[in-house]
Nanobody
């Protein structure tokens, strides 16, 4: 059973920074992509940032210029550096990994880590 374990969430004041980390375990698979989603209360889960084994990372418009995704897919790790945080960034952040095979697409999720931006 693939596990994605996140860490780094917490409470931060507006304008502050946090760094989220995610590492996959219990797998020998190499993912095709790894990234971060978030879900605020009463809202749908949305993509924050994703990186793949090819191409440039993609970001939600709302976080461009403030968040940076990094990591090493071959090592099954992904990070999210969040700067200039705003109250509207408050959400549960989920690590995500995807694998595409000739049998279809497989999605994996972490348990989520709370990020709260407030005075």
């Amino acid at each position: 059973q693939v596990q994605l374990v996140e860490s780094g969430g917490g409470l931060v004041q507006p304008g502050g920074s946090l760094r989220l980390s995610c590492a996959a375990s219990r797998t020998i698979f190499i993912f095709d992509s790894m990234g971060w989603y978030r879900q605020a209360p009463g809202k749908q889960r949305e993509l924050v940032a994703v990186m793949s084994s090819i191409g440039s990372p993609n970001y939600a418009d709302s976080v461009k210029g403030r968040f940076t995704i990094s990591g090493d897919i071959a090592k099954r790790t992904v990070y999210l550096q969040m700067n200039s945080l705003k109250p509207e960034d408050t959400a549960v952040y989920y690590c995500h990994a995807a694998r595409v095979t000739n049998r279809g697409r497989y999605d994996y999720w972490g348990q989520g880590t709370q990020v709260t931006v407030s005075l």
